[in-house]
């Protein structure tokens, strides 16, 4: 069963970047889809990004407008791990960040619901 596990969070000033890590064990992580997705206090849980195998060894990347120039995902095959990096970071950026995986080949970024399995989160918080 797979299973992942966040890192990389904390407290950065804005401008700032970080890079998220979410680390999987328990199957391979580039046999499934998989993203980021983040959490505001009182807020709906929204997509981020995700990335997914295609025919060919080609991998199909998606973001939504707010993390397009900003955000970066990256699977790293040898460590079974995808990166989130994130640049340019905004007080409005602050949110728990979870990492998510599917079987399926997409992903519906605007519901969190449709994807199977979940991090447990990592807590990034923007402010001077």
């Known amino acids: 069963q797979l299973q992942l596990v966040e890192s990389g969070g904390g407290l950065v000033r804005p401008g700032g970047s970080l890079r998220l890590s979410c680390a999987a064990s328990?199957?391979?992580?580039?046999?499934?889809?998989v993203g980021w997705f983040r959490q505001a206090p009182g807020k709906e849980r929204e997509g981020i990004s995700y990335t997914a195998r295609r025919d060919g060894g080609q991998y199909y990347t998606e973001y939504t407008d707010f993390a397009k120039g900003r955000f970066t995902i990256v699977r790293d095959k040898a460590k079974n791990t995808v990166y989130l990096q994130m640049n340019s970071l905004r007080p409005e950026d602050t949110a728990v960040y979870y990492c998510?995986?599917?079987?399926?080949?997409?992903?519906?970024?605007?519901?969190?619901?449709?994807?199977?399995?979940w991090g447990q989160g990592t807590q990034v918080t923007v402010s001077s």
């Open positions: 328990g199957d391979n992580l580039d046999d499934w889809t």
């Open positions: 998510a995986a599917d079987y399926s080949p997409f992903f519906e970024l605007t519901n969190w619901r449709t994807v199977s399995t």
